[in-house]
C-alpha cells in the first residue's frame, strides 16, 4: 500500500491541484466522451498489476483503479477575463474513476439516474444557461435568512462550551449532515436513516484520501455503491414530502426553491433534483477545508498577523455597514479569506483530442487555476498583500456591461444578459453578466458577486459556483460567533492525532481546539 508509486501518485495529484476541482466546483469525467466509446479496443495488457492488492472487486479495478492509472491532468492558461472558454468543457467533467460513485453502471446514464448542472456542458443545459439559473435560484444572498437559522444553530453547537479544548474537525464532521440535510430537505437528527449518515461519511473518505489503492478508498468506495439506492429513494420521497408541504417551513430548504422554479421541466426534473442533493456531497464538502484554514489563520499563538489584525479592525468598525462598493466590510473580508485560502484551487474540463490515440482507453483533462489568477499580478496592484477593501472597486456582476466589454477590446459581451423569473412567489429573476456569471435581481435590486478575473476562488464565468453567496454568509455567520463569544483557536498537543478527511484530497492530522478567552 505504501509502495513508492502511490507516494509518487498522490503527491502528483495535490501538484495538479485536483483537491476541491470536483465542486465547481464542483466542484471540487472522461476525457470528452464520458462513457467508453463504443467499439474502442480493449487495453492489450494491465499494466502494474502488482501494485493492485488482492481481494479487490474485479469491477471496481477496471472502472476505477485503471482509469485512475491512466488520466492525466494539463494546466490550462490563467484567465485574462473572467471567462472560461467553451471548448474547455463541463460535460463530463469529472474523474473517469469517480462515474462508479454517482452511477450503478459505473459511467454516467443521465436520463435513467438523473445529472448535475457541474458535469453538464453549456449548450445543454437549456437556453440562456438555464439549469444553471434554477440551481442559482435557491441560493441568492436575499434567501440567507431562511437558512440562517439552521447554520447558527449548527455553529452554536460546535463551539458548545462541551467542545472546548478538544479536537475540533471530528466534532465538525459528526454534526455536519444534520446541517447539509436539514438545508436540502428539512430533516435533521434522528429524521436522517443511519445509512444516510454512513453514505456521507464514506463519500468525503473516498475524495479525500482519494487514492483508490488505498483500503480506506476501497471500502468506503463499495460502501457508497451498495448505499447509493437506498439514499436516492430517500431523498426522492423526501423530496415529494417538501413539495407537498409535509414537512415544516418547506421555504427554508434549497429543494424548495429548484422544484417551484425547475417545475420539473426537462431543465430541472424530479430525478435530477435528487441527484443535485446527493451530488452536492462534493461541493459543500469544502466547507470543512475552508473552516480548517480559517481556524489556522486565526491560531493564536501563530496564525497571520495581517488576517488577525483585519479580523479586528473589521468586527470593530460595523461588519455589516453600508458602505461604498457593493459588499459589506465583513463580506470583503470573508471574500479576501476564499481568495488567499483557493478551497477549490482550479476548474477541471473534459478536452475533445483532435487526434485520439486507436484503441487507447485514456482520460485527459485541463486545470484551470484559481490560485494563479487570484494571485495574478496583472490583475491586482498587491496580489499577495492581505486586502478587503480590494473589493470596494473591483468590477462586479451587474457592472459588466457591453460598453465595459468594448473598453476592453472585444467587439460585444460574450454572453446576452437574459433574465430567467422565478416562480416561487419572489418578485426576482436570475441574470448573467455579460461573462456569464449568474447573478439574482430581488425586488428591482442587483444581488452581485465580484465578476472578475483576479478573484477566482468560486470559478469563472458560466462556470462559476452558484453557492457562492450562500458561502459568504455562512462564513460570516461563523466568523460572527468566533467574535461575539471571544473563541480562539489554538494547536493541541496531541501525540497520536486522528487523520480526519475534509475536502477533496485533503486529509488533515485533527489538532487545532479552540478555548474562549476571559
Not at 459505473?106 to 444553471?132: Q, T
Not at 443511519?194 to 489503492?213: C, E, K, M, T, Y
Not at 497571520?304 to 479592525?313: G, I, L, N, T, Y
Not at 435581481?441 to 478573484?455: E, I, N, Q, R, W
Request: net charge neutral; with cysteine.
Amino acid at each position: 500500500m505504501n509502495s513508492s508509486f502511490t507516494l509518487r501518485r498522490r503527491e502528483l495529484l495535490i501538484s495538479t491541484g485536483i483537491a476541491g476541482l470536483l465542486a465547481a466546483g464542483a466542484g471540487r469525467a472522461s476525457a470528452q466522451m464520458g462513457p467508453k466509446t463504443a467499439g474502442a479496443a480493449p487495453p492489450t495488457a494491465t499494466p502494474m498489476p502488482d501494485m493492485i492488492p488482492m481481494g479487490y472487486d474485479p469491477a471496481y479495478v477496471e472502472h476505477v483503479v485503471m482509469p485512475f492509472l491512466r488520466t492525466s491532468f494539463y494546466l490550462a492558461e490563467t484567465p485574462s477575463l473572467p471567462l472560461i472558454g467553451a471548448a474547455f468543457s463541463k460535460q463530463y467533467a469529472i474523474p473517469h474513476d469517480l462515474w462508479g460513485l454517482l452511477y450503478d453502471d459505473w459511467a454516467p446514464n443521465f436520463e435513467k439516474d438523473g445529472l448535475s448542472v457541474f458535469i453538464l456542458g453549456l449548450d445543454k443545459r437549456g437556453p440562456d444557461n438555464r439549469r444553471k439559473k434554477i440551481y442559482m435560484s435557491a441560493l441568492t444572498g436575499d434567501l440567507y435568512p431562511m437558512y440562517a437559522g439552521k447554520v447558527r444553530a449548527f455553529f452554536d453547537q460546535l463551539f458548545d462550551a462541551k467542545n472546548a479544548g478538544k479536537p475540533l474537525m471530528r466534532r465538525y464532521l459528526d454534526s455536519y449532515f444534520d446541517l447539509f440535510w436539514d438545508l436540502h430537505l428539512g430533516v435533521k437528527g434522528d429524521e436522517i436513516p443511519a445509512g444516510v449518515r454512513q453514505i456521507g461519511h464514506s463519500f468525503n473518505a473516498v475524495l479525500g484520501f482519494r487514492d483508490p489503492l488505498l483500503e480506506t478508498v476501497y471500502d468506503n468506495y463499495m460502501k457508497v455503491r451498495a448505499l447509493r439506492a437506498p439514499l436516492k429513494r430517500w431523498i426522492d420521497e423526501r423530496t415529494t414530502d417538501v413539495m407537498n408541504g409535509k414537512i415544516k417551513d418547506p421555504e427554508k430548504t434549497f429543494v424548495y426553491y429548484w422544484t417551484k422554479n425547475g417545475g420539473q421541466g426537462e431543465d430541472f426534473r424530479q430525478m435530477d433534483v435528487v441527484f443535485e442533493s446527493f451530488h452536492n456531497f462534493v461541493a459543500l464538502s469544502q466547507w470543512g477545508n475552508t473552516i480548517y484554514n480559517i481556524m489556522l489563520k486565526l491560531d493564536r499563538n501563530g496564525g497571520d498577523p495581517a488576517v488577525k489584525a483585519w479580523f479586528k479592525k473589521t468586527m470593530e468598525s460595523g461588519p455589516d455597514k453600508a458602505g461604498p462598493g457593493a459588499f459589506t466590510p465583513l463580506q470583503r473580508f470573508v471574500m479576501e479569506l476564499f481568495r488567499t485560502i483557493s478551497p477549490n484551487p482550479g476548474s477541471i474540463s473534459s478536452l475533445q483530442e483532435l487526434n485520439p490515440v486507436h484503441g487507447a482507453d485514456r482520460h485527459v483533462y485541463a486545470i484551470t487555476p484559481h490560485q494563479a489568477a487570484s494571485f495574478d499580478p496583472s490583475q491586482w496592484a498587491n496580489p499577495l498583500d492581505f486586502d478587503p477593501d480590494r473589493y470596494i472597486d473591483a468590477p462586479t456582476s451587474s457592472e459588466n456591461r457591453d460598453a465595459d466589454v468594448k473598453a476592453l477590446g472585444l467587439s460585444k459581451c460574450p454572453f446576452d444578459k437574459k433574465a430567467f423569473p422565478v416562480s416561487d412567489g419572489r418578485k426576482a429573476e436570475i441574470v448573467n453578466s455579460g461573462f456569464g456569471t449568474v447573478y439574482g435581481v430581488v425586488d428591482g435590486k442587483p444581488l452581485p458577486v465580484c465578476d472578475h478575473a483576479g478573484y477566482a476562488p468560486f470559478g469563472f464565468g458560466y462556470r462559476r459556483c452558484p453557492g457562492e453567496q450562500l458561502n459568504i454568509e455562512v462564513f460570516a455567520d461563523f466568523l460572527r460567533k468566533v467574535w461575539a463569544d471571544k473563541i480562539e483557536f489554538e494547536r493541541l498537543n496531541m501525540p497520536n492525532p486522528a487523520k480526519i478527511p475534509i475536502g477533496p484530497v485533503t486529509v488533515i492530522d485533527d489538532t487545532i481546539g479552540f478555548r474562549r478567552r476571559a
